[in-house]
C-alpha cells in the first residue's frame, strides 16, 4: 500500500511547490510586534477579494503540512510563499471564474480518472507503480481504504481529489482556448518557406556609435512625445527605492594570530584526549560523523594521518580550521548489495516470525511482495540496490559491518522494523568514523563590536543626511528597489528583515542595524511609487537614446546609397561583409549578431543581386544583398501545418494564466508582514 508520506510528498510535487520549508521563527509573535493585535490586516488583494493574514498563514500551513517538512532556508520559504500565492490565486481568481464558464467535475469524470480510463498527471505522480511506470490502481483503492480509518489520510485524500478537480478545469480550460488557435495556408506557405530556404550575400553597415551624439537634439517636448505614445511599455508594479551601507566584519591580523593560537591549543589536547568523544562533544565546535568512511572516501593528506590512527591536523583548509581523529573502526565491505522488508514497530513478532522462515530458504522477494509495507520496494522484491558501506549509520552500519553474502539481519530504527537481506558483499576493507572539530575564520567579538558601534555611530549622523553620513564613514551607498513581492533585496544576501522593514517604512526614515550575514546593513528609504506607469522622468534617459537612434538612422539611410553594395560601402566608409545561412527563423546572424529586423529583411527578400533599402537595426544602418537562395524542401506542407499549430497552442497555454491573473489585478501586500 502507499505510504502517507510518500502521497504528502508526492502531492507537494503536484502543487508545484518545491517543499522544505517552514515559516519564519517570528510569525506567531507577529501581530503584537507589528501592533494589530485583534484586528486581521490586508496582505494582498486578488480579483477585487481582500485576503487577509489569517487567510495566508492558514493556507501557508496547510501547503506546508502536506510537505511534512520543516524550514531550511530563506530560498525555499521563497518558494513555499510563491506557492502558497499562487493556490490563493487560484482560489479566488481561476476557481470561480471556471465556475461561471460551467467547467463542472462530474462524478463520471472523477471514476474515469481514478480507474485509470484517463490520465491524471495527479494521480499519476502520487501512484506511479516505481516498477513498472504505470498508473496503479491497487495503490489507489488501497490508500482510500486507508482513509476511512486515518484522519490525517482522508485529509489528503481531500486535497488530493480538490487538486485533481483543478486539474481537470484547467486541462478543459486549455482545450476551449487552444482550440481558437488557427494556422491558415499563408501562414502555412511562408512557414514552409522560411523553414526550407536560407540565403547568402553581402552586407554593409554604418553603426549608429560612429556618428557623435553631438550632432542631434533631442527636446524635452520629443522624450514627452515619445513616452505617451509608447506607455503601455511602460507598466510597473509599485515599488519601492532604498539607499543602504554595508559595515563589512572581517577579521583583523590580531583576529587570525588568536584564532591560530586557539586552535594549536586544542589541537594539542585533542591529539592527547584519552575518551576523543567526550572531548569532541564538549567542544561547542566538535562533531562526529553518523557514518563510516573508507581510505578512498578522504583526501590524501586526511587518509595518510587517520587510517595510520594518528590525528589529522589542525590544518587550514577553505577558511576553516580543521583537525580530525578515529573514533571507531571496522573492517566492512566497500559496497553491499541489499533486499528489505519494512514493518511497522509494533509488529515485532511477525518481525521475528519472518526472519525465522527466511534464514529456514524461503523466497525474500515473494515475502517483500507480501508483507512490506514500503509500496516502491515491496513491488521489485524489496530490491534496494548496491549501496557503499558509508551510506549507512547506527544499527544498520553495526548490523551490515560483519555481513557476509547470504546474511539477513533486522535493524529496528525509528518507527520501523527492517529485515535486510545481503546478496553481494564485496571484500572487506578498512572503514573509520571520524570525530572531528572545525573552526571558521571569523572576526573576534571585540572587532564585531567595533564594526557594530561604528554602525551605531552612522545610523545617528544619517538621520541628519544618509550620503554625507557615508562620506564621514567611509562607507559607499548602494542602491536598490523593491518590486511588489519582492521578500529579499536584489544583491543582498539574507535581507528578507531589510525588505520587510523598507515595507513598513516612510520616505527618509532610517532603519535600525541589521545583521546580514556576517556583516551589518543601515538602510533608508528614499521613494515609494504606486503609480500604474514608471514617471517620464525615470525613464527619459533610455527614450533620449531611441530617438537619438531614430534621428541618425533619418540621417544615414539619406547616405547609404549606390548602385552596387560597394558604392554604398565607399559612400559611409565602411566595409563590404559576407553573409550565408540567412533564414527568417534565426535569432542570429554570424558578423551582424542579434538583428532581428536585418534577418527578416534578408529572409523576405527574393530578388537576387539587389541593393536593399537601408535596414533599421539595434546597433546601426544595414544594407545587403541577396545573391543565393538555397531551398533545402525538407520541410512538407503538413509537417509546418502541424509545427506551426504546436507552437501556436504552446504559445497560447504558457501565456493564458499570466493573462488571466493580470486581469485579476492582483496586488501583492505580503512583504510587510511575510
Known amino acids: 500500500m502507499i505510504s502517507l508520506n510518500t502521497l504528502r510528498t508526492k502531492f507537494g510535487v503536484i502543487l508545484s511547490v518545491v517543499i522544505g520549508v517552514a515559516l519564519l521563527a517570528f510569525i506567531l509573535s507577529l501581530k503584537t510586534e507589528m501592533g494589530f493585535t485583534g484586528q486581521d490586516p490586508k496582505v494582498g488583494e486578488i480579483a477585487g477579494e481582500k485576503i487577509n493574514y489569517s487567510e495566508y498563514y492558514n493556507e501557508y500551513e496547510q501547503i506546508k503540512a502536506q510537505s511534512g517538512i520543516q524550514e531550511t532556508d ?36 472523477r471514476i474515469a480518472l481514478l480507474s485509470g480510463e484517463q490520465f491524471s498527471q495527479t494521480l499519476y505522480s502520487a501512484f506511479a507503480n516505481p516498477a513498472t511506470g504505470e498508473y496503479d490502481v491497487t495503490a489507489v483503492s488501497q490508500f482510500l481504504a486507508a482513509s476511512e480509518s486515518n484522519p490525517e489520510a482522508a485529509a489528503a485524500w481531500a486535497q488530493l481529489i480538490e487538486q485533481l478537480q483543478l486539474e481537470s478545469s484547467m486541462q478543459k480550460y486549455y482545450g476551449l482556448v487552444k482550440g481558437g488557435v488557427y494556422v491558415n ?78 586552535v594549536m591549543q586544542v589541537g594539542e589536547a585533542f591529539a592527547a ?72 514497530y509494533t509488529e515485532m513478532e511477525l518481525a521475528d516470525s519472518l526472519l525465522t522462515v527466511l534464514k529456514g530458504g524461503a523466497d525474500f522477494a515473494e515475502t517483500a511482495a507480501q508483507y512490506s509495507v514500503f509500496t516502491q520496494t515491496a513491488q521489485v522484491g524489496g530490491e534496494v540496490g548496491v549501496m557503499p558501506f558509508a551510506a549507512f549509520t547506527g544499527e544498520f552500519a553495526e548490523q551490515l559491518a560483519t555481513a557476509k553474502k547470504g546474511d539477513i539481519v533486522k535493524v529496528v530504527s525509528g518507527d520501523a522494523i527492517q529485515l535486510m537481506q545481503v546478496y553481494r ?12 572539530i572545525t573552526y571558521p575564520v571569523l572576526a573576534s567579538s571585540a572587532t ?8 551605531g555611530t552612522f545610523t545617528v549622523n544619517a538621520k541628519e543626511g544618509f550620503s554625507e553620513a557615508a562620506a ?31 515595507y513598513g517604512a516612510k520616505v527618509g526614515d532610517v532603519s535600525e542595524i541589521f545583521t546580514v550575514g556576517d556583516d551589518y546593513v543601515v538602510a533608508t528609504l528614499t521613494a515609494i511609487d504606486n503609480e500604474e506607469y514608471t514617471p517620464v522622468e525615470k525613464v527619459a534617459s533610455q527614450i533620449r537614446v531611441q530617438i537619438m537612434r531614430d534621428k541618425k538612422f ?111 489585478e492582483i496586488k501583492d501586500e505580503r512583504g510587510l508582514y511575510f
Do not use: C
Not at 74 to 82: C, K, R
Not at 238 to 258: H, I, K, M, W
Not at 290 to 317: F, R, S
Open 74 to 109: 530563506e530560498q525555499q520559504s521563497a518558494m513555499l510563499a510563491n506557492a502558497v500565492w499562487q493556490s490563493l490565486i487560484a482560489k479566488h481568481a481561476i476557481e470561480p471564474a471556471f465556475e461561471q464558464m460551467g467547467l463542472t467535475f462530474t462524478d463520471a469524470e
Open 185 to 262: 495556408a499563408l501562414e502555412v506557405a511562408q512557414g514552409q518557406k522560411a523553414q526550407n530556404e536560407t540565403r547568402s550575400g553581402k552586407w554593409v553597415v554604418k553603426r549608429y556609435a560612429d556618428v557623435a551624439d553631438s550632432l542631434f537634439e533631442v527636446s524635452s517636448s520629443e522624450i514627452k512625445a515619445y513616452y505617451a505614445a509608447h506607455k503601455n511599455a511602460y507598466k510597473q508594479l509599485p515599488n519601492r527605492q532604498l539607499s543602504y551601507v554595508v559595515f563589512e566584519v572581517t577579521p583583523t591580523e590580531e583576529d587570525l594570530a588568536a584564532l591560530e593560537q586557539e
Open 273 to 344: 584526549a584519552e575518551d576523543v568523544k567526550a572531548f569532541t562533544r564538549e567542544n561547542r565546535n566538535g562533531s562526529i560523523a553518523d557514518a563510516y568512511v573508507n581510505a578512498a572516501q578522504l583526501t590524501a593528506e586526511e587518509a595518510a594521518a587517520l587510517m595510520a590512527g594518528k590525528t589529522y591536523g589542525p590544518v587550514l583548509k577553505n577558511n576553516e580550521w580543521t583537525m580530525a581523529r578515529v573514533l571507531d573502526t571496522k573492517m566492512a565491505a566497500d559496497s553491499l548489495g541489499i533486499r528489505h522488508i519494512v514493518l511497522p
Open 425 to 436: 558483499a564485496d571484500k572487506p576493507t578498512k572503514h573509520i568514523r571520524v570525530a572531528s
Open 448 to 455: 564585531r563590536r567595533t564594526a557594530h558601534s561604528t554602525a
Open 472 to 502: 564621514t564613514a567611509a562607507v559607499t551607498p548602494r542602491v536598490a528597489t523593491l518590486v511588489q513581492g519582492d521578500r529579499t533585496v536584489r544583491g543582498l544576501l539574507d535581507s528578507r528583515e531589510v525588505a520587510r522593514w523598507a
Open 554 to 664: 533619418e540621417s544615414l539611410q539619406g547616405q547609404m546609397t549606390g548602385a552596387s553594395i560597394e558604392e554604398v560601402a565607399q559612400a559611409v566608409n565602411a566595409e563590404v561583409n559576407e553573409y550565408e545561412g540567412a533564414a527568417f527563423g534565426a535569432y542570429y546572424l554570424q558578423g551582424p549578431g542579434l538583428e532581428p529586423q536585418l534577418i527578416g529583411a534578408i529572409a523576405s527578400t527574393n530578388d537576387k543581386g539587389v541593393v536593399s533599402t537601408p535596414v533599421k537595426g539595434l546597433n546601426g544602418v544595414y544594407v545587403f544583398t541577396v545573391e543565393e537562395i538555397a531551398d533545402a524542401a525538407t520541410q512538407s506542407e503538413e509537417a509546418e501545418r502541424v509545427r506551426a499549430q504546436a507552437i501556436q497552442e504552446a504559445t497560447v497555454t504558457q501565456s493564458v494564466m499570466q493573462a488571466v491573473q493580470e486581469m485579476a
